[in-house]
């Protein structure tokens, strides 16, 4: 499956972005796509992801409440709303996918960057 994010830009803390995640190549049933990222001097952290099925979510602890992943199976797109960004959040953002058996994410987007300025 190839994976193609959409949506990055600059921000001001408090803003609102929305990301896509466009998938093609494949369906995604019985995968998980993950929302990562990146941020400047760090590790690629793990931030949310869904399961294509049953749409169920998991968050990271830092993002629950600001961030919301849904997915739109017609349209094979995950998105990540982001609400209430602070500059913590800037970051290369990445989608990833893996199958819900298991596994490492062995498929992943290129990046997009998300910048917010306090």
């Known amino acids: 499956v190839q994976l193609q994010p959409f949506g990055g830009g600059l921000l001001q803390a408090g803003d609102s972005l929305r990301l896509s995640c466009v998938a093609s190549g494949r369906t995604l049933t019985n995968w998980i796509v993950g929302w990562f990222r990146q941020a400047p001097g760090k590790e690629r952290e793990f931030v949310t992801h869904i399961t294509w099925n049953l749409g169920t979510p998991y968050y990271k602890d830092t993002v629950k409440g600001r961030f919301t992943i849904s997915r739109d199976r017609a349209k094979n797109t995950v998105y990540l709303q982001m609400n209430n960004l602070k500059p913590e959040d800037t970051a290369i953002y990445y989608c990833?996918?893996?199958?819900?058996?298991?596994?490492?994410?062995?498929?992943w987007g290129q990046g997009t960057l998300v910048t917010v300025s306090s």
């Open positions: 990833a996918a893996r199958s819900s058996a298991g596994g490492q994410y062995n498929n």
